[in-house]
């Protein structure tokens, strides 16, 4: 069944190659499809298009759907072709006509654009959720292993002392620029785009403010065509701030690959959170952290598939813009799962002691013992040409106490201001206006 069909039976090659994967991937969208049309169907009985009784009617059964949904009982038939057909089919067949008038004044492409909207508002929301959670796990590390020392690299050769608290709280304050990027994409999606209808507006004299209201939309996309355009560039957008917190993940996994291998052995999991070998009866395998790092570097593609498969096209709908979903929905959950494994992993971590009592680590503090020179009158390009000289003839002899005490230094971590930003990013969300409109409209 199609709400489009007239008197010509398509193809079934044709229907089977259009529909794609469009039923198993909308069934995520489902809920946001009913809420939608509840604040349709609100405002097409402020405008006089349904009589109040209708309206009664349909949100009741809107409501009843809403319900099977949640609880796992709705399905996209196999003659259905998407859920908004599925979702209008069964309201018709439930209260009759006033089924059949929901669609007054929308489209399709409208409607996908704002479930859309909604499915990624609400994703948003559990990317946020999550990433803070590993926030604050990463913050309690740092504060608890802030005294720990470990080798610091560059060009992966032993450089200068770092710490615990400092690897750690940088993964931390990463997650904080990421998250300002996570909140230019929350703005973009939360705007309303519905009553833009096929992508140019529609005669009937729809209150899109209402709409707006009732959603719980930050704002509108007020041009009709703009708001047709932004589907793609909103997915696009909103993959840029994922692979930005996929980088993240991605960088702390490779870390984490390095620091579990015996030659480097900073860092352990128990035996029952790695994985063995079908040969080695020695081996613990960091598989999570390595299934990690390449989801993470996938996710770090999306932007750059999604920009391709938008490329070039004119303004206006075109059916190349439903292959979106099936790039971005399984990324969303993707990168859900990673932010909360690698939360789980890190509440088991072990930090191993002493690391640097190692006598290979001694060069770290060559720095340190110019720095002492310098804080004792020499100038520095002398100090550091005397310790290059006691290292050449291997009678450098390391001072290994450590005097960082700027801020951001191992000294003087920063883990509260580091904290303090990610909470002014965190309330700029304001999650808490959208739920609120839902419950009600769903009251």
Not at 241 to 250: E, G, N, P
């Amino acid at each position: 069944m199609k709400i489009w069909q007239k008197n010509v039976t398509v193809n079934k090659d044709i229907e089977t190659f259009t529909v794609g994967k469009d039923r198993e991937l909308d069934l995520q969208m489902a809920a946001f499809d009913v809420l939608g049309s509840l604040a349709h169907v609100e405002m097409l009985e402020s405008i006089g298009l349904l009589t109040a009784d209708e309206l009664i009617a349909v949100q009741k059964e809107l409501k009843s759907i809403y319900s099977e949904i949640e609880s796992g009982n709705f399905v996209i038939e196999d003659n259905v072709e998407d859920v908004h057909s599925q979702v209008e089919w069964m309201l018709t067949q439930r209260i009759g006509d006033p089924g059949k008038k929901i669609h007054s004044g929308r489209s399709r492409n409208d409607q996908v654009l704002v479930d859309l909207k909604l499915y990624f508002r609400d994703s948003i929301e559990k990317m946020v959720g999550n990433t803070a959670m590993l926030f604050a796990q990463l913050i309690s590390l740092s504060n608890t292993h802030k005294d720990k020392l470990l080798p610091g690299y560059t060009h992966l050769q032993i450089a200068m002392p770092s710490s615990f608290g400092l690897w750690f709280g940088a993964y931390a304050e990463s997650f904080v620029d990421d998250m300002e990027l996570m909140l230019a994409a929350y703005k973009v999606c939360n705007k309303n785009p519905l009553g833009s209808a096929a992508g140019y507006g529609s005669s009937f004299p729809l209150n899109r403010t209402m709409t707006t209201e009732l959603l719980g939309f930050e704002k509108l996309n007020y041009n009709v065509v703009y708001a047709q355009m932004g589907r793609g560039k909103t997915e696009r957008i909103l993959g840029q701030a994922m692979s930005s917190i996929a980088a993240t993940l991605a960088k702390m996994a490779m870390d984490v690959c390095l620091f579990i291998n015996q030659n480097f052995g900073f860092i352990s999991f128990p035996d029952e959170l790695t994985t063995g070998s079908s040969i080695m009866p020695h081996k613990k395998n960091p598989d999570v952290f390595e299934l990690i790092r390449s989801r993470c570097n996938k996710i770090q593609a999306l932007p750059n598939e999604i920009a391709m498969m938008i490329t070039n096209l004119p303004s206006g709908y075109h059916r190349d813009l439903q292959l979106l979903k099936e790039n971005l929905f399984p990324a969303i959950t993707s990168l859900n799962d990673c932010l909360e494994m690698s939360t789980f992993m890190l509440q088991n971590i072990s930090i191993k002691d002493h690391i640097l009592d190692d006598k290979k680590y001694a060069y770290l503090f060559s720095v340190e013992v110019v720095n002492e020179l310098v804080l004792s009158g020499t100038p520095f390009r002398e100090a550091y040409k005397i310790v290059g000289e006691t290292i050449d003839n291997r009678t450098f002899t390391p001072g290994t106490k450590v005097n960082h005490t700027h801020e951001g230094s191992i000294g003087n971590l920063c883990n509260p201001e580091i904290e303090a930003m990610m909470e002014e990013v965190l309330e700029q969300f304001n999650f808490k206006k959208p739920r609120v409109a839902i419950e009600k409209l769903l009251a």
